[in-house]
């Protein structure tokens, strides 16, 4: 079975670019969360899908952000135009549904942001 | 509002030896407490969770943690460390019903010397 996909492992960008991130949850999974790490800092959640709905969108940073998970597959992270300290690793983790599922986390994308 | 706090950002040991990575929590209700490992470029990995069962809780590859209600501390021991066990350690916190979405520490990076 195929796990959390990120896609890309990195990503080198410009201040004032544009970069999306995407993440393709193990499929069945109706929740699918985005979190992020900045350098030296704790991990931190960003927002939360039920399907193709924001269940829970309170940690997203400001209006530079937008997710989407058109048609509750995957789901795409938006950083419109990227600014410095949008530097960190992004990491997507998907469970089923339910309360107390395990939650599985894909390995990151690494945006860095020049 | 929930926060754990790791003491140490990193820790090393010796090969054989105790490892006990620590975690404090601050929550206003009874919180679900978990332990994640992350491997080099790979995501995080659940080892164990405390859900109000036992307080003593194990988890995978011979780790296990303790709930201390009175000292608010859910600390991660093994009882001897092997060269695998080298990778960086979360704690985070949830509310109950508050489904994954997790209050994490800031992580302890855990060397393991011959």
């Known amino acids: 079975e195929a796990g959390v996909t990120q896609f890309p492992s990195h990503s080198v960008i410009e201040k004032g670019q544009t970069v999306t991130l995407r993440c393709d949850p193990i499929?069945?999974?109706?929740?699918l969360y985005w979190y992020r790490r900045v350098m030296g800092k704790e991990i931190k959640f960003l927002l939360h899908f039920v399907k193709e709905s924001k269940q829970d969108e309170s940690g997203m940073p400001n209006n530079r952000f937008l997710a989407e998970r058109t048609g509750g597959t995957y789901s795409t992270l938006k950083v419109q135009p990227a600014e410095l300290e949008d530097s960190g690793v992004y990491f997507c983790?998907?469970?089923?549904?339910?309360?107390?599922?395990?939650?599985?986390f894909g390995s990151g994308t690494q945006l860095s942001v020049l | 509002a929930q926060s754990v706090t790791q003491l140490g950002s990193h820790v090393s040991v010796s090969e054989g030896a105790l490892v006990l990575l620590r975690c404090n929590y601050s929550?206003?209700?009874?919180?679900?407490l978990f332990w994640y490992v992350q491997y080099p470029n790979q995501g995080l990995q659940l080892l164990l969770k405390y859900t109000s069962a036992a307080t003593l809780v194990k988890g995978i590859n011979g780790f296990e943690a303790e709930f201390k209600k009175s000292e608010t501390s859910f600390h991660l021991t093994k009882p001897s460390a092997h060269m695998s066990d080298a990778a960086e350690y979360f704690c985070a916190v949830s509310k109950r019903g508050g489904g994954n979405k997790l209050t994490f520490g800031t992580g302890t990076q855990l060397k393991v010397e011959l």
């Open positions: 983790a998907s469970s089923q549904q339910g309360q107390g599922e395990k939650l599985f």
């Open positions: 929550s206003s209700v009874p919180p679900y």
């Open positions: 499929s069945g999974h109706d929740n």
